[in-house]
């Protein structure tokens, strides 16, 4: 890909800005619909911007890092068809793109945050396009920034994506009830932060199915019953409490 | 304390061993009921050891490092009136130690797999005892070992495990249902540890209340029926995925 214009501003736009600039890509042009945003990610990695569609530079690659629900929108705007146009999220198919140019994904599995610095090279990439050129354009792009990039199918994507709900979206919540646990008891959270890093350490190097602990693993009936009367006071967290424990217990057949 | 007996062999046993070696305590003697277990790490150690109840040396305090079921048992085990005993579980009270004897708890926080290694400074511990003494000369045995030391009653110790099954052992089955599912898509799961890695990282500096993304904190309703729909093989999955959800949007009202 000899040029590369980035549409968006959010946090997936600014960690590939980076990544692409990282790895010497030429990184023409960011649009976003908001001029502020644009210019903030444009001034910071010295690049052109703009809001105006009518000023949309042409390059080889258009990346459309916005939102699912604004990528269809946003996939109108691109008016040059000898184009390669692709989106990055985990859950859309090719269809969302409307224009009349080729299309594909290209996908990081990370969780963005602006302020959290990455390192790229860590960040699995999937990519998959309507025609082989470009699927092989788009792993060769990937593979300049990452050590892992894999070429899947919208159906495989839409499962990494789920599974990747699970072990982020989902694991977040957990430290989110841990967190409120300790505010209830006027403890800090900072008391949890070893036990977290430490669960995450565990998996890279072991299989979560092995690594499994606690009283639910156990069938530990009288520290189960103890904890859900603790939360007596919040029907809701206990039924969560129940259904994961259950969970838990089948998983190892112990229910 | 001038000098210690660890009762038990088991994960918490060997790295407590090693923790109060690696801070020059005087560690006398290892006990278990199986030979084999105490010998292992009262070798390694360069400790004594032995399974015979007769040949329990005296002194100062005794550490019982079991599971939960095993501590009332061991506790009968210690004859000595002059000492200190207690036990390191996050959900038991004084009252299971049955012997004549001082009573207290040495609880640390942290999953503990003989072969990881662990940065015992980095431990949260949580001290109890039944009189003031016992309680400040456990602060100061933790103290050696750990920057982070809390004295807790056990209503709040049993608040602080109970978080720490959430962060900890229900966070470990989210990894593994994401395990699952990379395996029912033959894909590998080492795609997903650097989210889980990363997922962890960030709630290092910030709130896990701050740090929520996905689906069901956006309220995307497209996405959340689209994961619904990839689980319909698997009722109980489906119903999980739907509760976790739930209570995400219940914590940002966007129920």
Redo the contacts between chains.
């Keep these: 890909m000899k040029s590369v214009v980035i549409i968006g501003a959010g946090n997936v736009a600014f960690h590939l800005t980076r990544a692409l600039l990282q790895n010497t890509v030429n990184v023409r042009q960011i649009f976003n619909r908001t001029l502020s945003k644009a210019e903030e990610l444009g001034e910071a990695n010295n690049i052109k911007y703009t809001d105006k569609i009518s000023e949309l530079e042409k390059a080889d690659l258009y990346i459309i890092a916005a939102?699912?629900?604004a990528v269809e929108e946003l996939s109108h705007y691109i008016p040059y068809t000898d184009a390669l146009v692709v989106h990055t999220s985990g859950?859309l198919s090719t269809n969302v793109l409307k224009g009349n140019y080729r299309k594909g994904v290209f996908y990081p599995?990370?969780?963005f945050?602006k302020k959290?610095m990455?390192r790229y090279e860590?960040?699995?990439f999937f990519v998959e396009a309507e025609n082989k050129e470009d699927e092989e354009a788009l792993y060769k792009l990937a593979d300049r920034i990452s050590n892992?990039v894999?070429r899947?199918d919208s159906a495989?994507r839409?499962?990494?994506h789920?599974?990747?709900?699970?072990?982020?979206?989902?694991?977040?919540?957990?430290?989110?009830?841990?967190?409120a646990?300790?505010k209830?008891?006027e403890?800090p959270?900072?008391?949890?932060?070893?036990?977290?890093?430490?669960?995450?350490?565990?998996?890279?190097d072991?299989?979560?199915?092995d690594?499994?602990?606690?009283?639910?693993?156990?069938n530990?009936q009288?520290?189960l019953t103890?904890?859900l009367e603790?939360?007596n006071d919040d029907s809701?967290?206990q039924?969560?409490?129940k259904?994961?424990s259950e969970?838990?217990k089948?998983?190892y057949n112990n229910d």
Excluded at 165 to 176: A, D, G, K, R
């Design positions: 939102s699912d629900s859950s599995l990370q969780t945050t959290k990455l860590e960040i699995p892992e894999h899947i495989q839409l499962k990494v789920l599974a990747a709900v699970w072990v982020s979206n989902f694991t977040n919540h957990m430290y989110s009830v841990g967190e646990i300790c209830e008891s403890l959270f900072d008391v949890l932060r070893p036990l977290i890093k430490e669960t995450a350490n565990k998996v890279m072991m299989s979560p199915y690594a499994q602990t606690g009283p639910a693993r156990r530990d009288l520290i103890k904890h603790l939360m809701r967290r039924q969560l409490y259904l994961i969970s838990i089948r998983t």
